[in-house]
């Protein structure tokens, strides 16, 4: 179980595999400059299978995260977590 910001969202093209990526960062290490668990870089890669996107999952979005971590392409990595939305960044 994680908690963090979403960074950034990946949009696959229509002619590949449907799957959502997103880039999950942990707000304690980014504001305070704590220094992230060994072996991680307070990011989280988190992919949906079989989806081309998944509603209130966007750039600025503070979530909880349940699900097994694997490493893949050298970030730690969730697939197809449970989510919790917790806030949603404004737009102005």
């Not at 707000?27 to 704590?34: H, L, S, V």
């Not at 870089?41 to 750039?59: C, D, K, M, Y």
Request: proline share 7%; hydrophobic share 35%.
């Amino acid at each position: 179980m994680c908690q963090g910001h979403i960074e950034s969202v990946t949009y696959m093209p229509a002619d590949r595999n449907a799957a959502f990526t997103a880039i999950v960062s942990d707000p304690d290490i980014r504001e305070t400059g704590a220094k992230p668990a060994q072996g991680t870089s307070g990011r989280l890669r988190v992919v949906w299978l079989g989806r081309r996107r998944v509603p209130g999952i966007e750039a600025g979005t503070v979530l909880r995260l349940e699900g097994m971590l694997s490493q893949s392409q050298g970030l730690p990595t969730m697939f197809n977590p449970r989510y919790e939305i917790l806030s949603r960044q404004e737009n102005e």
